[in-house]
Structures are given as C-alpha cells and as structure tokens.
C-alpha cells in the first residue's frame, strides 16, 4: 500500500500470482501482473468489523459503455451477449436476488472447451471463482482449483463486482466485502460471456459491462 497517500486514503495493490508456480506460467516474455488498485475501508456491521476493498474511484473514468439491461430473460441475456465485441478487458456489475437453492453467477473467457466461472452458492453462501476449466492450467498440479469464501446475501441480493483481463479475474462480492483475485491462462480468442443458473432460484436483476 501506498504511505501518506492525499486525504488520507490507503490504496494498494495486490500481486496475482503464487510462489509455488510463479516460474512455471506459460506466458513469455513476462509472467504474472498486479491487481487492480484498490481502496481499503474499515466497516462496522452487526457482526463486528470488517475490511472492505473497493476499486479506486479513478478508474471510472477509463469506462466504455457496452452493455446494459434490467430483469431480463437468460437466454435473452446470453443471446444478446453472445452479439458483444467485449475484447480482452471488461469491467462488470451484476446484482442478482440471491434466492436458496443451486448456483448462479457469471462464465467469462468463454471459447472452445474453457471458461472460468465465478458465482454463488446459495446454499452455502458462498462466493466462488472456478478455474478449473479456465484454460492452460497442466503446467501446476493445482492450479485448476475452485476458490469459495463465505458471503450472506445483503438484503436478499448479491452484487458481484468483476474486472476481466487477458489473464487475470478479479471479483469483489457486496460492495467489497469479499475479494477473490486469480491468474488464469485462456487462449487469447476465448472473449465470450454468459450468464449461468444451476438448479437455482435466484434471478438477474441487473447486469452493467464496460470495455
């Protein structure tokens, strides 16, 4: 994080990688990027104190709106989506009712065969990101995992905030509450999106993209 940062503010970065396959990434001439610049807040709720991360409020000035809608269909959705140019970089909010049963979420870099999804499962109440079939994941045992947190709907909804780019995912889950960062390794034509429910309850109630 940065020191003595204007109107005491406190940023930092995170860097998007692991020691443990850090050298073995198959990406050439570099390997590995940071995170986002987020800003850190203290939170107090019923349950005590928590650490929020939110993007720094700059980076809206680098948005290009793409996409918009309301309460609509999935199919509809996903039809739609499937039309978009969305490139390597997006930036997306949805807000779904999060209902009781199944999974639902967000599938981006979708291409042949690979996709990495991020969502939540009611049940459990827990934000995941898979990556398990996220693209070139053979060059570390357990690099294709799935990484959850705990997350309790807030007033019946769950906001995810996500940052998409050629090789990294970044989700903040209610306005920061929980943050799951990881590195994926796509091939570079796999730009598609979709929007999935699995035996679930929930509804899309808001979906935002911008390149």
Not at 82 to 102: C, D, K, R
Request: glycine share 10%.
């Amino acid at each position: 994080s940065w020191s003595d940062a204007p109107n005491g503010r406190r940023i930092w970065i995170g860097w998007v990688s692991n020691w443990k396959y850090a050298r073995d990434i198959p990406t050439a001439p570099w390997r590995g990027l940071f995170s986002i610049p987020r800003e850190l807040f203290l939170q107090q709720s019923s349950d005590g104190f928590h650490l929020i991360q939110k993007p720094i409020a700059e980076l809206c000035k680098l948005r290009q709106t793409l996409f918009h809608c309301t309460a609509d269909d999935l199919d509809e959705v996903n039809t739609r989506l499937a039309g978009l140019a969305l490139g390597p970089a997006v930036e997306i909010m949805l807000v779904f009712s999060s209902g009781t049963t199944g999974t639902f979420g967000l599938a981006v870099r979708v291409g042949a065969g690979e996709e990495t999804i991020r969502g939540y499962n009611a049940q459990s109440q827990e934000l995941f990101l898979d990556r398990r079939n996220s693209g070139d994941h053979f060059f570390y045992p357990d690099f294709g995992t799935l990484h959850s947190a705990p997350l309790v709907p807030d007033q019946g909804k769950i906001k995810l905030h996500i940052f998409v780019d050629s090789c990294s995912v970044e989700i903040l889950g209610n306005d920061g509450l929980v943050a799951i960062t990881a590195l994926i390794v796509p091939d570079q034509d796999s730009q598609g999106m979709r929007i999935y429910g699995h035996e679930s309850d929930a509804c899309l109630e808001n979906l935002d993209i911008w390149t």
